[in-house]
């Protein structure tokens, strides 16, 4: 098979993002304490974060569902801040994320009893449950931007329009997977390119 443009980007791609994890790896190795308040307010672009002042809980989860129809394994939990209104529906300005399918099944199925409201969440203390926010703030490389288009069709008005996710109990990737990404897209691409130049020197000889 031979190599080209396609073989080059994802080479490239391959050295950015491994060459991020390294970064993330070293810069984000020890976890740090946060008030919601500054988290939200410096929007940082990594980091590994617990934070202080604000919680989640399901019952402000979205599911998002692929092409074929079947539910995604991602949930999505808009964060509240400490003190927020019960049944409040400011904007959002922290998503926590959390890859789980079980949940996933499940949060969709009570989600579509409640749009028709005939889900009894009376006595379903699990929904209500506040659980604390750990993990790492997902980057412009590590953020799905078509997840994100599906969370944003889903709450609307409820997701401010500058926002941070994190993911619920990620820590900083050992340095060693980051490298080893980082050498494969430093190879493809190489090769690529020598493939590249010789199909035009082929094609200049002709």
């Avoid at 919680?55 to 927020?84: C, F, H």
């Avoid at 619920?168 to 390119?193: E, F």
Wanted: aromatic residues 6%; negative net charge.
């Amino acid at each position: 098979m031979r190599l080209g443009w396609i073989g080059l980007v994802i080479g490239l791609g391959a050295m950015a993002f491994g060459g991020h994890a390294l970064y993330e790896a070293k810069v984000a190795a020890e976890r740090k304490d946060i008030a919601y308040d500054r988290l939200v307010a410096g929007m940082p672009g990594f980091g590994w974060y617990r934070v202080q002042g604000a919680s989640w809980r399901l019952i402000d989860a979205v599911t998002l569902r692929g092409v074929t129809g079947a539910t995604l394994p991602d949930v999505y939990v808009r964060v509240r801040p400490a003190g927020a209104p019960d049944g409040g529906d400011a904007p959002a300005k922290l998503l926590v994320h959390i890859e789980d399918q079980t949940l996933a099944d499940r949060m969709a199925g009570i989600l579509a009893g409640l749009a028709q409201e005939s889900y009894p969440t009376a006595g379903d203390e699990t929904l209500e449950e506040e659980h604390p926010i750990e993990g790492m703030v997902e980057s412009v490389l590590t953020v799905d931007r078509i997840d994100q288009k599906g969370v944003r069709d889903a709450l609307g008005a409820r997701l401010a329009g500058d926002y941070l996710v994190i993911a619920q109990g990620r820590t900083p990737d050992p340095s060693g997977r980051g490298l080893a990404i980082l050498i494969g897209g430093l190879l493809l691409s190489v090769l690529s390119a020598f493939s590249l130049l010789r199909r035009r020197r082929e094609r200049d000889i002709i």
